[in-house]
């Protein structure tokens, strides 16, 4: 087990022999692997992976595997250019995803962790933190920390209390809050109590929308859109590469 020389998150291990590998993933909790072979995985890939291995520690392990010196752990696990992120338990792979997010990270962690059944859950183990399925309310002194330092995507809704338009998307992003819990984060802004978020982002009219990955904007929008649109656009953000 070596580190090859990386700068990595110290919670998770780095494996580059296939004995190695082969102890991991007999172990009977749920096991994450982020291998790669040409192109390393992304940094924020690799911290979400560390988050995820010490919040949920007990209930699953995860892993880097580099194996650009090891074809038979490339072959193993049919790496190509990109980085792998594969879900094992059980014996078998269950879940694998090229190129990983850190959102696809804490999504195949929780995939994983909902097929354990309850009676092999350790009785000591930490529950995990519960994914946010209610839209926040961030302000100007928030908007840093929950906004451009989330890990997940963030929509987030320019609105005031008196905008008619603002309550027809109001309770479709209550809808869409919980149905994406854990993959997208929904923020809203209230325009009358937060200048300065306002005149930075020239906010000319509400609702507008604004779409932030990896703490870049990424698209806006103005005008009250349907849900159908909204689910469209939000899955676009999710599958969008920055």
């Excluded at 072959?75 to 850190?102: C, H, M, S, T």
Aim: some cysteine; hydrophobic content about 45%.
């Amino acid at each position: 087990m070596t580190n090859s020389g990386r700068s990595i998150p110290p919670a998770v291990p780095v494996l580059s022999a296939p004995e190695d590998v082969d102890a991991a993933l007999n172990n009977p909790l749920p096991v994450l692997l982020l291998a790669w072979q040409d192109k390393t995985p992304r940094r924020d890939a690799e911290i979400a992976l560390a988050e995820v291995a010490q919040q949920h520690r007990g209930r699953l392990v995860a892993y880097l595997v580099d194996a650009r010196q090891t074809p038979a752990l490339a072959e193993r696990f049919d790496l190509g250019a990109n980085p792998v992120l594969v879900g094992w338990y059980g014996g078998q792979e269950r879940i694998r995803r090229a190129k990983p997010w850190n959102s696809d990270v804490t999504g195949i962690a929780a995939d994983l962790l909902a097929l354990v059944p309850p009676e092999e859950q350790p009785a000591d183990a930490p529950p995990p933190p519960p994914a946010n399925d209610k839209p926040v309310e961030v302000t100007d002194q928030t908007f840093v920390k929950e906004v451009l330092e989330s890990p997940l995507p963030v929509l987030i809704d320019f609105w005031a209390e008196w905008c008619q338009p603002c309550k027809m998307v109001a309770p479709i992003l209550v809808k869409l809050a919980k149905e994406y819990a854990g993959r997208v984060k929904i923020a809203k802004v209230d325009v009358d109590h937060n200048p300065m978020l306002s005149q930075q982002f020239q906010i000319q009219s509400i609702p507008t929308l604004m779409f932030v990955k990896n703490g870049k904007m990424v698209g806006r929008s103005a005008g009250a859109a349907p849900e159908p649109a909204l689910r469209d656009v939000i899955e676009q953000l999710i599958a969008l590469q920055v």
